[in-house]
C-alpha cells in the first residue's frame, strides 16, 4: 500500500431540503456571486429554492460556464465579480462549474494576471467557496480543478487547499430534472474512475479492492433504475452519494492514476468537444483490452467479483467482462466506438499529433495509436 495524506474539511448537507440552510451557511454580509450553467436551474426549482434561502443575501448571478469550462467564459465571471465586490462563490451544478468557480475564487484574491495561476504560481489564497452540487461531482469536496484554454489548446489544471469548497449540499431532488445523458454521463465517469484506481492498485489492499467493488455493483444496479424509474427518490438518493464517493477517490487513494488515459480523454474532449464521460465510454473498453498482460489477476477478479463470470478460460472470462463492461455503457446511452462520434482514422492522427505537440514521447504515442485504433 501507498503512503498517503487524507484530510477533508468540507461539510457535506445530504438530502432533500438541504438547500434551505444555505442562509445559515454562508455569512449575512457576505457579497455572492452565484454561478452555474445553462438554464436548467432556472426551470427545475433549485434557483427559486436558492433565491428563498439567500432571501436575506445580497447576491449577483453568473451564468454559461460550459461542461468544459472555459479559460475566456471565467475570465467574465472574475471581471463581473471584481465590479460588484463580490467576496463569496456559491457554485450551483455539477463538476464543470464547481471547477470554474474555483478558479474565479482564486483569481479575485489574486493581484495579478489569472493566468500565473495555471503556469506554476502558488494558490496561496482564495475568496470563500461553497456548492450546490446538482450533479454527483468529486469536485464538491476536492482542492483541485480543471478548465479549458481554447487559445493554447490545452486543458489545465489547479490545485490549493483553499480551493477546498466550505460546504457541498447534495440534494437528490435536483437531479429530478436532469435528462437521461446527464445521468449516463454521471454514472459512467463514476464507473470508470473507480474501474481506472482498482486496475492500478497493488495488490494486498482488501479494503481498498472491496471497497471499489462495491461502488462498482451499487453504479451496476442503480444507474439503470435511475433511466427506468425517474421519479423514484430512494434510487436517485443511493446513486448521488454512491456516485459521489467514486469520484471522490477515496477508495482509489492508495493508486497512482492511468496518465495516458487521462492525455487521451483530454484530447478527445478539446479537439472533438466530447464530454469526459463520452470519452470514457469510448477509451474504457479498449484500455482494459490493452492491460491483460500486466494485469491479468485482477480482471479475472474484476470478472468474477464484478460481473459473476466464473466459466471458460482466463481470457475468455476477461473478454467477456470487457464486453459487458461495454453493454453496460451502451445501456446507459452512451456511444462506445470512436466511429460512432464520426471520428476516423484521420481523427486518430490529429490526435497523435496534438499529443505530440504537448511533449508526448513516441513510445507512449505508439501505444496511445493502438488503443485509439482499437476503440475505432
Not at 449575512?28 to 432556472?42: F, K, M, N, P, Q
Not at 465579480?81 to 478558479?103: N, P, Q
Not at 461553497?130 to 480543471?146: F, K, M, N, R
Amino acid at each position: 500500500m501507498r503512503n498517503f495524506s487524507y484530510y477533508n474539511p468540507t461539510r457535506i448537507l445530504f438530502g432533500a431540503g438541504q438547500i434551505a440552510s444555505l442562509g445559515q451557511l454562508i455569512p449575512a454580509d457576505s457579497r455572492l456571486l452565484v454561478t452555474h450553467g445553462g438554464g436548467s436551474i432556472l426551470q427545475n426549482g433549485v434557483w427559486q429554492q436558492v433565491e428563498q434561502a439567500l432571501a436575506g443575501h445580497w447576491l449577483s448571478r453568473f451564468a454559461g460556464i460550459e461542461a468544459n469550462p472555459q479559460y475566456a467564459t471565467l475570465l467574465r465571471a472574475v471581471a463581473q465579480a471584481r465590479r460588484e465586490h463580490c467576496d463569496f462563490i456559491l457554485a450551483v451544478g455539477g463538476g464543470s462549474v464547481i471547477d470554474g468557480s474555483k478558479f474565479i475564487a482564486a483569481a479575485l484574491a489574486y493581484p495579478g494576471e489569472p493566468f500565473d495561476l495555471l503556469c506554476g504560481t502558488p494558490i496561496r489564497r482564495a475568496v470563500p467557496l461553497g456548492c450546490v452540487a446538482t450533479l454527483a461531482s468529486g469536485s464538491a469536496s476536492t482542492p483541485h480543478g480543471e478548465l479549458c484554454h481554447a487559445g493554447l489548446q490545452a486543458r489545465l489544471g489547479f490545485s490549493s487547499p483553499c480551493l477546498q469548497p466550505r460546504f457541498a449540499i447534495l440534494d437528490p431532488c435536483a437531479t429530478f430534472s436532469l435528462p437521461p445523458r446527464q445521468i449516463g454521463n454521471g454514472v459512467v465517469a463514476g464507473f470508470g474512475h473507480v474501474l481506472q484506481q482498482y486496475l492500478a492498485q497493488s495488490d494486498g489492499c482488501p479494503l481498498q479492492e472491496r471497497q471499489a467493488e462495491a461502488l462498482l455493483l451499487t453504479l451496476l444496479e442503480l444507474g439503470p433504475r435511475a433511466l427506468a424509474e425517474p421519479g423514484d427518490y430512494a434510487v436517485r438518493a443511493n446513486l448521488l452519494w454512491c456516485a459521489s464517493q467514486a469520484l471522490q477517490g477515496l477508495a482509489g487513494m492508495v493508486a497512482a492514476p492511468d496518465d495516458g488515459l487521462r492525455q487521451l480523454g483530454q484530447a478527445l474532449s478539446l479537439l472533438y468537444h466530447l464530454e469526459p464521460a463520452q470519452a470514457l465510454a469510448v477509451l474504457l473498453p479498449a484500455w482494459l483490452d490493452a492491460q491483460r498482460a500486466q494485469r491479468q489477476a485482477r480482471l479475472l477478479q474484476y470478472a468474477e467479483r464484478v460481473w459473476s463470470l466464473r466459466l471458460g478460460s482466463a481470457q475468455q472470462r476477461i473478454e467477456a467482462a470487457i464486453a459487458a463492461s461495454a453493454g453496460f455503457f451502451k445501456h446507459m446511452g452512451m456511444l462506445t466506438r470512436l466511429s460512432e462520434h464520426g471520428l476516423d482514422a484521420e481523427a486518430i492522427f490529429q490526435m497523435l499529433d496534438y499529443l505530440r505537440g504537448q511533449g508526448a514521447q513516441e513510445a507512449a504515442l505508439e501505444q496511445h495509436e493502438r488503443l485509439l485504433l482499437q476503440a475505432l
